[in-house]
Each structure stands twice: as structure tokens, then as C-alpha cells.
């Protein structure tokens, strides 16, 4: 291959270009752009200029968790998107984070909203270029007991609890998919945290002023499980979130009276959002499945689990016996 050379000084030493090499003309980080996509150099050359920031979007970024994951992936070198319905409070959020010199965009979504959805997607590619985190947090609940809920009632928290979820699913998993074919490492690493909570694998005997909820919450654990096999061939995580009670401050709460038992079944076990969003770090970096902050959540499912398995019991009883091949 040819060699010519380059420098306008001419008491410079003349360095060798290769002539089968595109020219710098657009600035270095479009030239190695052109060397990567050719397959000259390697992509560890790229990331040392170019965005190669990892991204987090989170919906209820204005609640108490959703500022606690923004710290915790911030921690870990990630821009941030915050999603939430509540604009004002979005931005409170917001101004606290960037006041620590974090880079957080905020974007106003209903998530009960496919349209909504698909336009927070595009936010974060047109401002980041790529999703890595995506977390699927905003939670909405209406307490009342179950002969008092009206359709509307159903309807407003499932459309965020349940169908915010599976939106912002079908909103983004194109885009996660097609990062899998990259060649940058930062693009490849990719995972979905869906938030559900002990309402969704525990007792839902111990909440029953909260029934939309606790149907939402069990929605969202059979969503993860049904598509993690599938999101594995992607090379995409999936982890479901199922925290306990978690409050602002576990200590000012000690000893005070709560409205349902499942609230109280965890007075010994209270957590901060940190704590919880630490414990999802955790999750992700070790890829379980099912992410456990609350330790006193292990009883609540062991005894759920031994109701199902006494109503087993009694079908030995009443129900047809199994058919062995032999006597098919």
C-alpha cells in the first residue's frame, strides 16, 4: 500500500499515512467512526472519545424510588432519564440530581400512553443515543375496599401499574434488540427492571383495601418471567423488583400503626429507597431474576406458597389420578 505524507510544518518529521485510509476531513472522532466501521481499528480506540456513556431511563422518576435509582446509576457513570406525570416534581428531582453533577433529562410521560411511550424512547436516543437501564417504576394505587372500587378505579391503575409497564416494554425492546448488533460493548449491555413488589409474589390475604394493586403487581412478576427466556436470546437482562414497605426514614417510622397488615408484616424490616435501589444494583449485576430487598418478604411467600400447596392436598382427594404411559 502506498505512503505519503503528512504535517504543514516542514521542519516537522514527516509521519507515514497509509493511502488506503480514509482522510481526516470531518474531525477525528467522525474519522475513527470511519476506521470502526471498517473494521480497522478496535472499539477500545472509539470509546475513549466518543459518547460512550451508558443510559438509564426511569418512569416515576419523581417518587421516592425513582430518585434512588437515578442516584445509584449515576453512581455508576450513567446519564439519566426521568420520566413522571408530575412535571413540578420531575424537575425538583431533577435540579438535586444536576446540583451533585449528574446529567439527568426530564421528559413529562403518562405511561398509561403508548404514544407517550414511543416519545420517551426517542428523547433518550436523540439525546443519549441508546438505552442500557430501562426501569419500569410509576406506580399508582387506590385503597379502597373491594366492593367500593369502580371501573374507573381498575382502570386507572391498571393502565399505569400493569399497561404502563407492558408499554414501555413494547416501546423500547426494538431499540434493545437492535443494540445487541453493535459492535460497542456499551451498547450491548442492556437490562430491564420491571418494579412490582411483595404484593406481587406474597399474600394478597394481607391486602385487602388494595386489589387493583395487588393484581397489577402480580401481572408484572408473570410478564418478567414469561419474557425472560426470550430477552436471554437477546442477550438482554430482565430482573422483576419486589420491594416490601419502603419509606423515607425507617427510624421515624418505627412503631406507628399501619392501615394494612402486609404494611405491618414488614415493621421490622423497613427500608430506606436507597437501600432498595442498592439492593437493585446488586440484582443486576448478579442477573437474578427476582431482586428481594425486604428479607421478612422470604415468610410471606413461603406461606402463600403452603396455601397453594394445601389446596393441592386437598384435589388428592377429589381430582382424576394421573395416567401413567401403560394405561393410556
Given at each position: 500500500?502506498?505512503?505519503?505524507?503528512?504535517?504543514?510544518?516542514?521542519?516537522?518529521?514527516?509521519?507515514?499515512?497509509?493511502?488506503?485510509?480514509?482522510?481526516?476531513?470531518?474531525?477525528?472522532?467522525?474519522?475513527?467512526?470511519?476506521?470502526?466501521?471498517?473494521?480497522?481499528?478496535?472499539?477500545?480506540?472509539?470509546?475513549?472519545?466518543?459518547?460512550?456513556?451508558?443510559?438509564?431511563?426511569?418512569?416515576?422518576?419523581?417518587?421516592?424510588?425513582?430518585?434512588?435509582?437515578?442516584?445509584?446509576?449515576?453512581?455508576?457513570?450513567?446519564?439519566?432519564?426521568?420520566?413522571?406525570?408530575?412535571?413540578?416534581?420531575?424537575?425538583?428531582?431533577?435540579?438535586?440530581?444536576?446540583?451533585?453533577?449528574?446529567?439527568?433529562?426530564?421528559?413529562?410521560?403518562?405511561?398509561?400512553?403508548?404514544?407517550?411511550?414511543?416519545?420517551?424512547?426517542?428523547?433518550?436516543?436523540?439525546?443519549?443515543?441508546?438505552?442500557?437501564?430501562?426501569?419500569?417504576?410509576?406506580?399508582?394505587?387506590?385503597?379502597?375496599?373491594?366492593?367500593?372500587?369502580?371501573?374507573?378505579?381498575?382502570?386507572?391503575?391498571?393502565?399505569?401499574?400493569?399497561?404502563?409497564?407492558?408499554?414501555?416494554?413494547?416501546?423500547?425492546?426494538?431499540?434493545?434488540?437492535?443494540?445487541?448488533?453493535?459492535?460497542?460493548?456499551?451498547?450491548?449491555?442492556?437490562?430491564?427492571?420491571?418494579?412490582?413488589?411483595?404484593?406481587?409474589v406474597g399474600r394478597a390475604d394481607l391486602r385487602p383495601i388494595n386489589a387493583p394493586y395487588v393484581v397489577a403487581k402480580h401481572a408484572t412478576v408473570g410478564l418478567t418471567e414469561v419474557m425472560a427466556p426470550t430477552m436471554e436470546r437477546h442477550g438482554i437482562g430482565v430482573s422483576v423488583l419486589c420491594p416490601g414497605m419502603t419509606v423515607a426514614d425507617p427510624t421515624a417510622m418505627q412503631g406507628k400503626i399501619w392501615p394494612m397488615a402486609s404494611a405491618a408484616w414488614y415493621e421490622n424490616n423497613l427500608l430506606d429507597a436507597d437501600q432498595v435501589a442498592a439492593e437493585m444494583m446488586a440484582g443486576i449485576a448478579e442477573k437474578r431474576?427476582?431482586?428481594?430487598?425486604?428479607?421478612?418478604?422470604?415468610?410471606?411467600?413461603?406461606?402463600?406458597?403452603?396455601?397453594?400447596?394445601?389446596?393441592?392436598?386437598?384435589?388428592?382427594?377429589?381430582?382424576?389420578?394421573?395416567?401413567?404411559?401403560?394405561?393410556?
Amino acid at each position: 500500500m502506498g505512503v505519503d505524507a503528512i504535517g504543514d510544518d516542514p521542519g516537522e518529521p514527516e509521519y507515514g499515512w497509509d493511502t488506503a485510509l480514509p482522510r481526516p476531513a470531518t474531525g477525528l472522532q467522525d474519522f475513527l467512526k470511519q476506521l470502526w466501521a471498517q473494521g480497522i481499528i478496535e472499539e477500545e480506540l472509539t470509546m475513549m472519545t466518543a459518547n460512550n456513556r451508558p443510559c438509564a431511563v426511569i418512569t416515576g422518576g419523581a417518587g421516592l424510588l425513582g430518585k434512588a435509582m437515578a442516584s445509584a446509576f449515576a453512581v455508576e457513570g450513567f446519564d439519566i432519564l426521568l420520566a413522571d406525570i408530575d412535571g413540578h416534581r420531575l424537575e425538583l428531582v431533577a435540579e438535586g440530581l444536576r446540583a451533585r453533577g449528574i446529567q439527568v433529562l426530564t421528559q413529562v410521560t403518562d405511561v398509561a400512553s403508548a404514544a407517550a411511550l414511543d416519545a420517551l424512547r426517542d428523547a433518550a436516543l436523540t439525546q443519549f443515543g441508546r438505552v442500557n437501564r430501562l426501569c419500569l417504576n410509576a406506580g399508582l394505587a387506590i385503597p379502597k375496599p373491594f366492593e367500593a372500587l369502580t371501573r374507573d378505579d381498575w382502570d386507572k391503575v391498571l393502565g399505569v401499574q400493569f399497561h404502563g409497564v407492558l408499554n414501555g416494554i413494547l416501546s423500547f425492546l426494538p431499540q434493545l434488540i437492535a443494540q445487541g448488533e453493535s459492535r460497542n460493548a456499551v451498547d450491548r449491555n442492556r437490562h430491564i427492571i420491571i418494579v412490582s413488589s411483595m404484593s406481587g409474589v406474597g399474600r394478597a390475604d394481607l391486602r385487602p383495601i388494595n386489589a387493583p394493586y395487588v393484581v397489577a403487581k402480580h401481572a408484572t412478576v408473570g410478564l418478567t418471567e414469561v419474557m425472560a427466556p426470550t430477552m436471554e436470546r437477546h442477550g438482554i437482562g430482565v430482573s422483576v423488583l419486589c420491594p416490601g414497605m419502603t419509606v423515607a426514614d425507617p427510624t421515624a417510622m418505627q412503631g406507628k400503626i399501619w392501615p394494612m397488615a402486609s404494611a405491618a408484616w414488614y415493621e421490622n424490616n423497613l427500608l430506606d429507597a436507597d437501600q432498595v435501589a442498592a439492593e437493585m444494583m446488586a440484582g443486576i449485576a448478579e442477573k437474578r431474576l427476582h431482586i428481594f430487598p425486604h428479607r421478612l418478604g422470604r415468610q410471606e411467600v413461603i406461606d402463600r406458597h403452603a396455601h397453594l400447596m394445601a389446596d393441592f392436598d386437598s384435589a388428592e382427594r377429589t381430582s382424576p389420578p394421573i395416567t401413567t404411559p401403560a394405561e393410556t
